[in-house]
Every structure is written in C-alpha cells, then in structure tokens.
C-alpha cells in the first residue's frame, strides 16, 4: 500500500511540473527498441516447458486481478484455438526479447492492473528467440496468450543501418507483419512497444473508431515533418510524390490501433516492403522502423488523443537526456528514446518520471 501512496504523490507532483511547464511539446524522433535474432517460419508458434526457462530470468508472480461483474463472459464456443477467436477479447500485441523482457513483462502487468475485465484481454507476444514463453507463464499463471515467432531472415536483408544500432534489430519490424502473424479471426489488435506502462483502461484505446483509416495512433501535426526524411527524397519527386494529395503528419509507431482486416485486404505489408527497397538503394529516411509507416500512412491515420501516447520520455536518441511529459492527462508513459527506466534505476541514476514506472516492475526475488 505504501508505494501507491507513494506513486500517487509523486504522479501528482509530475503533473504539477506539466501545468507549470507546458512547453515541452516538440520531441525529437525517438522510437522503442527491441533486439533479437534466430531463423524460423513465419507463422510458427513457440511451445515450450518451464523446464526450459532460463533461470538469469527471475520475475515475481504479478499481483492477482479478475474481471469486473459487467465483463461478458468467456464463450466457451471459443475455447479451441487458445480461445483467440472469442469476439469479445481485446487483443494486444508486444514483442518478447531478452534485452526489453523487464519492459514488456512490467507493460502487460499495467494493462492488467488498470482494467475493468483484464481476464478479457488476449496478448501477441511477437518473439525471435526461445524461452520467453515460459517465463511469461511464471509471471502471469492464468493470461490468455499466444507466442509467434518472428523470422529475423524475413526483414534481415531488407533493414539498413541508421541513426541507432538497436533501432536496426529485426524484431522492431515485427509489427509490419502482424496481419500475416496473427490468427486471421483476429481483426483488430492494439500494437504496443515494450518501454510503456498503460495506466487507464485498455478497452477505451481498444474501441477507437478508426472510420475508414486502417490505423490510429496520435498525430502530432506540429513536428516537422521533412526531418524524418532525407533531402534526397523531398528532391525526387518519385519519392516525395507518395505524399500528394495527403497532409501527412508525424506519429509514432509504439502505439498503434489496427484494423488487420483492412491492412490484408490492401496488402499494406508489401507497401512497406517496398519503401526498405527503395531505402536500401536509395537511402531516403535515417530512422528504423518508423519512416516506411510514415511514407504509408502518414495523413491517412485516424487521430487517437495524446494521453494515449505520453511519448519520449526515454531521452533522446543521442544523450538519454531526462524528459518531462507533455501537457494534458495520461493514459500511456511511453520510454521511446535511448534512455529506459528499468537500466537507469538499476544504474541508481533515474530520471523524476521513471518511478511511474517501477511500480510495474515485476523482475527480481519476491521480498
Ligand atoms: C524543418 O526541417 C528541415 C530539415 O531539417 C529544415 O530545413 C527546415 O528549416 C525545418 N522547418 C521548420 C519550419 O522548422
């Protein structure tokens, strides 16, 4: 009970420095990160024992949560196939490696914490090494859950370098084939980068309506946009062309609603596909995965509230200087940047904000 008190008090003093400060609105590109690497098939699940968990992976059983009286009921017409195919499953997706488990392990248990009908959430998790299954059923003994794995020989020779080495790590564009990944009864699925806690309910994010758009995600129209690009591809106009007709804006790609049905019916995956072609030869971007999303979806995304996506709080891609959050009320704390809570407080060199965070952390012996 402490530590809420705790984390309340000083959530409140966060939100104190936003009122008082309102000028931070502009960051800096900064995406999350994630490494792996191993071969397979793409849409192979991975089955293992908990005989194989690594032991170097010690995490604490999270704390216990049930669905709400009002929640509907588990259909049991679903119950084959992991029960993914119950329509009233909100599905969340979220890549497992070894170097971002902490993070992706203390992200499923803030969706868990904050919502109304948590034994209604159904997780992705997108992987490109073993062992994590096992782990993940250690932490959380009754989630529902599937594993993928992702084929690092599906993107490896399609990824350039760029600004950041870990923003070259193949699992980082495991979400460009989530369409192909997942079960194909699954049409809706939330895609969340591993260094975020969520702190309100899960299903008001799941029940955007995204119109027409294929995806939702925060817009931030007053970024600069030509950043993100090379001067070579605003100078060709095969390039920059892509963008007419469009008034495209940055958004980030850690927090995305997206509609799979409409994604597999355009064929959206090969688009992008296309654009790390041209990229390979052609070097029209600096970033990772980020810029192919923007030459696709950029002015073409439903605008999502920005508490969804309390993004940057990392650092920049350089310093892993410390940030403050933007104004207005939060759903989401995003770490995007190169700093992450979970190496700063192990380093006894946190930043204010990165103690909204530990409270999720579930990594290390029980006390
Ligand atoms: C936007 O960024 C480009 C490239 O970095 C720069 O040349 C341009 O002056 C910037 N525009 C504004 C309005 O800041």
């Known amino acids: 009970m402490l530590w809420i008190m705790r984390f309340s008090g000083f959530f409140s003093a966060a939100m104190l420095m936003v009122i008082?400060?309102?000028?931070?609105?502009?960051?800096?590109?900064?995406?999350?990160?994630?490494?792996?690497?191993?071969?397979?098939?793409?849409?192979?699940?991975?089955?293992?024992?908990v005989s194989d968990s690594p032991t170097r992976f010690l995490f604490r059983r999270?704390?216990?949560?049930?669905?709400?009286?009002?929640?509907?009921?588990?259909?049991?017409k679903f119950?084959?196939?992991?029960?993914?195919?119950?329509p009233s499953l909100v599905h969340v997706a979220i890549t497992l490696d070894v170097e971002y488990l902490r993070g992706s392990i203390a992200a499923v248990n803030s969706i868990l914490q904050h919502s109304l009908c948590p034994e209604s959430v159904f997780f992705h998790f997108l992987v490109s090494e073993t062992n994590l299954e096992a782990v993940v059923r250690s932490a959380f003994p009754q989630l529902k859950f599937k594993v993928y794995y992702f084929n690092p020989a599906i993107v490896q020779n399609l990824i350039s370098t760029s600004v950041r080495q870990a923003l070259e790590q193949p699992l980082n564009y495991a979400r460009n084939y989530l369409a192909e990944l997942l079960e194909p009864c699954v049409r809706r699925v939330i895609y969340l980068d591993s260094d975020l806690v969520v702190v309100d309910d899960i299903s008001k994010l799941w029940s955007t309506n995204l119109g027409s758009r294929t995806i939702g995600a925060p817009e931030y129209c007053h970024a600069n946009f030509t950043k993100y690009f090379t001067s070579r591809f605003w100078l060709e106009k095969r390039f920059s062309g892509t963008f007419l007709g469009r008034k495209p804006?940055?958004?980030?790609?850690?927090?995305?609603?997206?509609?799979?049905?409409?994604?597999?019916?355009?064929?959206?995956?090969?688009?992008?596909?296309?654009?790390?072609?041209?990229?390979?030869?052609?070097?029209?971007?600096?970033?990772?995965?980020?810029?192919?999303?923007?030459?696709v979806f950029a002015g073409d995304v439903s605008p999502i509230e920005h508490r969804w996506n309390q993004h940057g709080l990392g650092g920049d891609n350089v310093k892993g200087s410390c940030r403050n959050l933007h104004a207005g009320p939060v759903s989401l704390l995003h770490w995007s940047g190169s700093g992450k809570p979970w190496m700063r407080l192990d380093s006894k060199k946190p930043c204010p904000l990165d103690s909204l965070w530990a409270p999720y952390d579930l990594y290390g012996h029980s006390h």
Request: hydrophobic fraction near 35%; charged fraction near 25%.
């Open 249 to 295: 804006c940055y958004f980030n790609t850690g927090v995305m609603v997206i509609d799979l049905v409409k994604w597999r019916r355009a064929g959206y995956t090969k688009r992008i596909e296309r654009w790390m072609e041209i990229q390979k030869n052609d070097r029209i971007y600096e970033l990772g995965s980020l810029p192919p999303f923007l030459l």
């Open 62 to 76: 999270s704390p216990l949560y049930r669905n709400a009286e009002h929640c509907s009921p588990r259909d049991f």
């Open 20 to 49: 008082l400060s309102p000028s931070l609105q502009s960051f800096p590109p900064a995406e999350a990160i994630r490494s792996s690497h191993l071969e397979f098939n793409l849409r192979q699940s991975v089955r293992l024992s």
């Open 79 to 86: 119950s084959g196939r992991f029960g993914v195919c119950d």
